[in-house]
């Protein structure tokens, strides 16, 4: 089992992932940045780097995890996070299947916009 999170501890915010619950061997798996970190079922990470959704898949070799190149999904305003009451609460999650996301962004109306694929 693994863990991904956000740390600040190199002064800048990113997401590491480490063995859970024995938080051996930490890996940094973003690249200049990141947070709101989530899991996709098949094993990738996902993470918010300036308004972009990005995706690390991982991949375990005789024991060993690497982690490969975050790619690039898609940019959403807002999809980092939204400050609520003292604490910044992600604004997007990933669906089951790890193919389709939900992102809540303000809007200044009150339509409600779905976008599929």
Do not use: C
Request: charged letters at 25%; glycine letters at 8%; hydrophobic letters at 35%.
């Amino acid at each position: 089992n693994h863990i991904a999170y956000q740390s600040n501890e190199s002064g800048t915010p990113e997401i590491y992932v480490r063995y859970f619950p024995s938080g051996r061997n930490k890996v940094k798996a973003s690249i200049n940045g990141g947070t709101s970190p989530r899991w996709s079922p098949d094993g990738q990470v996902f993470y918010v780097n300036d308004n972009t959704l990005m995706a690390v898949a991982m991949d375990i070799v005789d024991g060993v995890r690497e982690i490969k190149k975050p790619e690039r999904l898609f940019n959403a305003e807002e999809v980092g996070g939204r400050l609520l009451g003292e604490y910044l609460e992600p604004a997007y999650d990933v669906a089951k299947n790890g193919e389709r996301f939900v992102v809540i962004q303000r809007r200044f109306n009150s339509t409600i916009t779905m976008v599929e694929n």
